[in-house]
């Protein structure tokens, strides 16, 4: 059964630092593209960060600079390191595993394996 628990997510004040983590079982972890999405209220999840089996990242413009994601292929476990945070950034934050090597698009659809979330709050 394929399982992915987020953790350390809570509220900050903004220029503060978070760090996420996402355990991962039940599949071959080290062969997926892996990511983090988030969610606002009242808007469309979208792509924050992502990694693939390479180990090349991506991130979204309104992140870089201010995350990190990273993984440990031999504790199948993913990571957001997330610094210089905003009150735009809250959100609830969920990591997702897509099938392929590569990330691609890295849209929502193309994941197929979703955490629950973890909300991070960011106060002015």
């Known amino acids: 059964q394929v399982q992915l628990v987020e953790s350390g997510g809570g509220s900050v004040q903004a220029g503060g630092s978070l760090r996420l983590s996402c355990a991962a079982s039940?599949?071959?972890?080290?062969?997926?593209?892996m990511g983090w999405f988030r969610q606002a209220p009242g808007k469309e999840r979208e792509g924050v960060a992502f990694?693939?089996?390479?180990?090349?990242?991506r991130y979204a413009d309104s992140v870089k600079g201010r995350f990190a994601i990273s993984n440990n292929n031999a504790k199948n476990t993913l990571w957001l390191q997330m610094n210089s945070l905003k009150p735009e950034d809250t959100a609830m934050y969920y990591c997702?595993?897509?099938?392929?090597?590569?990330?691609?698009?890295?849209?929502?659809?193309?994941?197929?394996?979703w955490g629950q979330g973890t909300q991070v709050t960011v106060s002015s």
């Open positions: 990694i693939d089996t390479t180990g090349r990242t």
């Open positions: 997702a595993a897509n099938k392929q090597y590569y990330c691609g698009r890295s849209e929502p659809a193309d994941f197929a394996y």
């Open positions: 039940g599949y071959a972890y080290s062969t997926y593209c």
